[in-house]
């Protein structure tokens, strides 16, 4: 098999593809020849080597794949029915505890689900992460309904277009922060409000959208002070997503006085405070949900009904060769993407 390595922490010039020999599916496993694989931020900021979650280098990194079982482990002892049911040939998604860089991967059968006849492969790989990130956040979290104002930010990222198609499903207005040259596709897809991140203060400029009130929901995955502003402009009973932290890795590389000036940002949220204001805090990291596997099998089956009746369509911003991770990393990084990026084999 064929796999990309973050050989040691730097730049994009560290990833090496690399050759390996095809791993066999355990008990209560599957093994998935892999058509694409998703991108996502973490893999960026491990390479970096501001990711705490990551494997120690050098390692094979990767959160989610597309592709087709072509092995089928023998059931484990004690597992639910249906824990092992995938069948040779089956088109599935999966979620993968790293070394989702590769083209082919053995995944417990408990963190994969059979999607649509119909949809791609780039397609499919939008979906494991961003879409189970945003569902976590909005629907099983946060309760999100027709009515309520929702900041996101980064809405053009993966995960901001997952959560803007999730608000237009339950009619949830969205005001969201992006670079100016994606303002004008944005609103064609439904955001009501942009904000230029770029040169606008968030904070003022959300609190007169909203007439003052504040919004009822903000998904914040910048991190340092932007974690503040968020919570200060929240309405009564808002409630605040944290899910990363994008203000460590703002240049090329490792800035210590980058991540010491986000540090120093973060705030302090004090029990009685929350209380008084009617306030929630919420924590999101899809990493450390292995424990949870039933419950994010069963968030993607509901999430890829709603891909298959047209809900929802992931936007995926470019495809690149495992060859070109290089250029697929400098791509998210410099923040040009609109939608996922996507490595193929």
């Known amino acids: 098999m064929r796999q990309i390595w973050t050989t040691k922490r730097g730049g994009p010039e560290v990833l090496e593809v690399r050759e390996a020999a095809d791993p066999t599916a355990g008990p209560g496993e599957v093994r998935i020849r892999v058509k694409a694989a998703g991108l996502n931020f973490a893999e960026i900021m491990a390479r970096i080597g501001l990711y705490p979650d990551a494997p120690k280098l050098p390692t094979v990194m990767g959160y989610e794949v597309a592709g087709v079982v072509d092995q089928v482990g023998p059931r484990a002892e004690g597992a639910p029915a249906g824990a092992a049911a995938f069948a040779v040939g089956a088109r599935v998604v999966a979620l993968t505890r790293f070394g989702g860089h590769s083209d082919t ?155 010491a000036k986000a540090f120093m940002g973060l705030p302090t949220f004090k029990p009685f405070k929350l209380m008084e204001a009617n306030k929630g805090v919420f924590g999101v990291n899809l990493g450390h949900l292995w424990d949870k596997t039933a419950t994010l099998q069963g968030m993607l089956k509901e999430i890829l009904l709603k891909v298959e009746d047209g809900t929802f369509d992931p936007v995926v911003d470019q495809v690149f060769s495992f060859a070109d991770a290089g250029r697929a990393h400098e791509r998210m990084k410099s923040r040009q993407n609109f939608g996922k990026v996507v490595l193929v084999p």
Not at 110 to 117: F, G, L, R
Not at 140 to 148: D, I, Q, Y
Not at 153 to 182: D, E, M
Not at 207 to 217: H, K, P, R
């Open 105 to 259: 991967i053995v995944v417990p059968a408990t963190q994969v689900a059979e999607i649509p006849a119909a949809l791609s492969w780039e397609k499919a790989a939008a979906v494991p992460v961003n879409y189970a990130t945003a569902w976590l956040m909005l629907v099983h979290l946060g309760n999100v309904r027709s009515g309520e104002t929702v900041l996101v930010h980064a809405a053009a990222g993966g995960v901001g277009q997952a959560a803007l198609q999730i608000c237009k499903w339950k009619g949830a207005t969205v005001i969201g922060t992006a670079s100016p040259g994606k303002h004008a596709r944005l609103k064609e897809l439904g955001v009501a409000h942009c904000i230029d991140y770029t040169k606008d203060d968030f904070e003022p400029a959300v609190m007169a959208l909203t007439n003052g009130q504040g919004v009822d929901i903000a998904l914040d995955a910048v991190g340092g002070k932007s974690f503040a502003k968020s919570y200060n402009v929240l309405g009564s009973l808002g409630r605040l997503f944290m899910f990363g932290g994008s203000a460590f890795a703002p240049g090329a590389g490792l800035n210590p006085f980058s991540i």
